[in-house]
């Protein structure tokens, strides 16, 4: 009978632990999902575009443009540079109002 009683408790000991290390791990994916969320709102809010995959999508292609752009007059190719540089700015036209 003593057995019995060890091995009920070390598997409540156990599943308090199991638990609490779930409600840990659940509470800080969302506090990261949260934290995304409010940058995403609040890069979006300040860009004046939507909170949609495609815009935030759309963002970081444009990014890309530019940064392309400055890659290029870098390495002294004006031309190929000026051409980044506007399908970089008339991708991010699109989305910001």
């Known amino acids: 009978m003593h057995v019995e009683g060890f091995f009920e408790w070390l598997g409540q000991a156990l599943g308090a632990v199991i638990k609490f290390i779930v409600d840990l791990m659940s509470g800080l ?8 969320g409010n940058f995403i709102d609040g ?4 860009l004046g575009m ?3 995959l495609v815009s935030i999508l759309a963002l970081v292609v444009g990014l ?3 940064y392309s752009a400055i890659r290029a007059f870098l390495r002294a190719s004006i031309v190929m540079g000026i ?14 109002h």
Not at 43 to 46: A, E, G, N
Not at 87 to 94: I, P, Q, T, Y
């Open 29 to 36: 994916f969302n506090l990261l999902a949260n934290a995304g």
């Open 43 to 46: 890069l979006s809010r300040t």
């Open 50 to 52: 939507d909170t949609s």
């Open 64 to 66: 890309m443009l530019l």
């Open 83 to 96: 051409i980044w540089l506007v399908l970089g700015l008339w991708v991010l036209s699109w989305i910001i």
